[in-house]
């Protein structure tokens, strides 16, 4: 029996698959907090890395934007500290530091995002150029495995031509190829700069089905609030749709949100509770590559409460 990942502690999800992972979140009833940080960011206090940050506030699972797969660095990670009284004795610096080296630390599920680009894809502002191991690719979704990712989304950064074509294209691909071995998400919680996508566009019904065809476990929609016309009965709607073939959902702050006052969290935490999502998100942009720490919080109490909040952070990676 798979406990709900309200409940699990270090040990249990050590030995964790994707599957189980899955079932983990869908028992815990939408009391799922994942937060995201930027892997190249400078960690916001000096000493300790934004991902550890953000576990210790409350966070059950991190993703981690920009993490390149072909030069992996999470900048406050020693790299390959396999003994912890060795972990002090090392420069904490970041770079060759993997998924699986973070995950020693916090002992908590990690993935990445990789995006499936498009060059001839219509921006609306400046075109992002990003490295070879940032883009979507067998090769990379192999690397990502390796290192230890516990779920990919295939979703894009503003700018870098992530059109709905491209990830249900590569949505496909990656169930084929590692898709028994780690969770796949995918969807828009914003444009990301696509012309067709912005505002109301970023998602509807026939997309979030054109998903759900092509294979994905993870459906992710924007948190009511966040993007233009999100309100709670059209994300709603979507994580209705999600459910209805046994899949997940998330409502994520993708909108730099996360670096607004705390009133405001709880209210687009309180919305997206009403939605039905199995998983909240918080991005990263609250200060550089991570959102602001008391927003992470406040928005694990919103949708959990104290109890739920305070075990989580209070839980050692040696249970």
Not at 47 to 61: K, P, R, Y
């Amino acid at each position: 029996m798979v406990k709900r990942i309200l409940d699990c502690t270090a040990s249990d999800f050590r030995t964790m698959n994707s599957r189980e992972l899955k079932e983990s979140i869908y028992a815990a009833e939408g009391r799922t907090i994942l937060a995201e940080t930027v892997s190249t960011s400078p960690p916001l206090i000096s000493g300790v890395s934004n991902a550890e940050i953000c576990v210790a506030l409350g966070a059950d699972i991190i993703v981690l934007n920009g993490y390149d797969v072909k030069k992996p660095i999470i900048i406050g990670i020693p790299k390959n500290t396999e003994a912890k009284e060795n972990i002090l004795d090392v420069e904490i610096e970041g770079e060759g530091a993997t998924i699986e080296d973070l995950k020693r630390l916090i002992v908590h599920p990690v993935g990445i995002k990789l995006e499936p680009i498009d060059p001839n894809a219509s921006i609306a502002g400046e075109l992002t150029s990003i490295s070879s191991g940032r883009i979507f690719s067998i090769e990379n979704m192999k690397l990502a495995v390796k290192q230890g990712s516990d779920f990919i989304r295939i979703m894009g950064n503003p700018g870098s031509g992530c059109t709905y074509k491209t990830m249900i294209k590569a949505i496909k691909l990656a169930k084929k190829t590692v898709g028994k071995k780690v969770l796949i998400a995918s969807g828009k919680g914003h444009g990301m700069g696509v012309k067709n996508d912005m505002g109301m566009n970023c998602t509807s019904p026939k997309r979030v089905k054109e998903l759900i065809k092509a294979g994905v476990d993870w459906i992710v929609l924007p948190a009511p609030g966040t993007t233009p016309g999100a309100t709670v009965e059209f994300v709603r709607e979507l994580v209705e749709l999600a459910h209805d073939h046994n899949l997940l959902a998330s409502s994520e702050m993708l909108t730099s949100q996360e670096g607004s006052d705390v009133d405001t969290i709880r209210r687009i935490g309180l919305f997206s509770k009403m939605t039905g999502a199995d998983i909240h998100h918080i991005g990263d942009s609250g200060y550089e590559g991570i959102a602001v720490p008391e927003n992470i919080l406040a928005l694990s109490i919103v949708i959990r409460g104290r109890r739920h909040t305070y075990r989580r952070m209070a839980l050692s990676p040696f249970r």
